[in-house]
């Protein structure tokens, strides 16, 4: 396999199947076989673009044979129904996060995909972010001592909130990114969840417009999420996020909207690391290109992806957790 071209479809493009498709129209060992995506327009214009073979029905990627491989890029809810296609038609797939929306769906597709002997991967960008991977190389190295807590924000302006009504909300489509990476962190999913949350302009979409989560996990770890998506439409950054981890020996300081990371000890304070990326990945750099290449790795060596399905079950896990906690107004067991 090593050599071969790996074909693949894009289902579903709009902004992140534009990134996808575009990150794997830039690879070697990748040939952008087949796009899918209901909307006209968008198919023509990206079917042209990338010199790709367009479908309004994606189920007629998933019947070629010569396709190896899918990525799905589909709104939250749609996820299941072309999973469960994809996987029953044998191809290699990265699916965006969330896996699904809710629980019951998640650990359904867990089951049926026991034993897959395809990659499955879900597309978690943060893990690979530079920044990100080097704070979580050094935490493993012991370089922070014992994680006292962290504190990781993520806020945006609302339109996401605007694009996404009818089929998302906060806590499965944003803070999911910082439960993930914090899971994968500290290698656990938290004990229990006590969250707060406020819809005030989301309100008549039935949506939330703010969450705050306190997480306690196994060995006492204290962890404050924040997540809130109706910045005024002003708002210079796309995404103002943050992450601070407080640890025996030393700290470390994310300021992600300015590419920055410092990691302070009781001898220095140093940042070793200052890159933007590429979120777009037309430049084949940033976070979400190195997310498709290490996919694309796994397929050509057979290898299975490093985001296990059990993970992407257990965020949704905790997901659940928050919603229902800021519902109840009690912290919540896992
Ligand atoms: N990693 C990240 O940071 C990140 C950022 C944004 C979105 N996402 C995830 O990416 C996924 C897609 O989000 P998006 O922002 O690109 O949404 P989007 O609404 O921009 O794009 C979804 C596309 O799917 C198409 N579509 C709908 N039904 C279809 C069908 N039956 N067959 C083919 N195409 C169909 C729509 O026409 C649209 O073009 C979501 O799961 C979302 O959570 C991830």
Known sequence: MA???????????GRMGQVHAHGFHKMPLVNLKAVADVNPGLLA?????????????????????????VSICLPDNMHKDCILRATQAGKHVLCEKPLVNNLADALE???????YDKVFMVAYCLRYDLQRAALRERLLAGDFGEV?????????????????AG???????????????????LRSKPRKVYAKSRSVLLKDKNMTDAIFALL?????ELVCLESCWVLPDLTPMALDDRLELIGTKGSAYLECSEAAVMFVSNRDAEKPVRYGGDFNATEATGM????????????AAGKTSGVTIREAVEDIEVV?????SAKEGREIEL
Do not use: Q
Not at 167 to 185: F, G, K, P
Not at 216 to 220: F, H, I, K, R, V
């Open 3 to 13: 050599n071969d071209f790996i074909n693949i479809g894009v289902i579903g493009l």
């Open 45 to 69: 214009e990206t079917s042209e673009k990338f010199g790709a073979k367009g479908y309004a029905d994606y189920n007629e990627i998933l019947e070629d044979p010569s396709i190896n491989a």
């Open 109 to 115: 597709i867990e089951k049926k995909l026991r034993g």
């Open 148 to 164: 006292i807590h962290i504190y990781s924000r993520r806020n945006s302006p609302i339109v996401g909130p605007r694009h996404y």
């Open 167 to 185: 089929y998302s909300d906060l806590a499965d489509h944003v803070m999911i990114h910082d439960i993930d990476y914090i899971n994968w962190l």
């Open 216 to 220: 306690t996990y196994p060995s006492g």
């Open 288 to 299: 979400v290109y190195e997310e498709l290449n290490e996919f694309v790795r796994c397929v």
């Open 320 to 324: 659940e957790a928050i919603c229902l």
